[in-house]
């Protein structure tokens, strides 16, 4: 069974800096893009950010565009997330995220939540002012 494991949260001041890691295991994962969402309390669940399954293509939401990167290496069945200039409003638990189908013409998945199959338990980022 696939099981994705985030660690690296944590508490940090505002404009520090966290890199999240989510390890994969349970099957091979060729052809799935990979994401990262986030659900501040009382929130939605919303998207943060998504890989394609080479890496080639990335995709990130506004909020978090130019401070956020994804990236990953499927040698270790690993996506990371690091997080630049952190604001308060960036408090969340954050999630990872595998796609919900293959694909292998190398895309990223939609911000929508049925696009994506499995999720990690989450690990908590608090940004402090």
């Known amino acids: 069974q696939v099981q994705l494991v985030e660690s690296g949260g944590g508490l940090v001041q505002a404009g520090g800096s966290l890199r999240l890691s989510c390890a994969a295991s349970g099957r091979t994962f060729s052809g799935y893009g990979m994401g990262w969402f986030r659900q501040a309390p009382g929130k939605e669940r919303e998207f943060a950010a998504g890989i394609s399954w080479s890496g080639g293509i990335t995709s990130y939401a506004d909020s978090v565009k130019g401070r956020f990167t994804i990236s990953r290496d499927n040698a270790k069945n690993t996506v990371y997330l690091q997080l630049n200039s952190l604001k308060p409003e960036d408090t969340a638990v954050y999630y990872c995220?595998?796609?919900?189908?293959?694909?292998?013409?190398?895309?990223?998945?939609?911000?929508?939540?049925?696009?994506?199959?499995?999720w990690g338990q989450g690990t908590q980022v608090t940004v402090s002012s």
């Open positions: 995220a595998l796609a919900s189908h293959p694909r292998f013409s190398d895309y990223v998945p939609s911000t929508h939540l049925d696009d994506w199959g499995h």
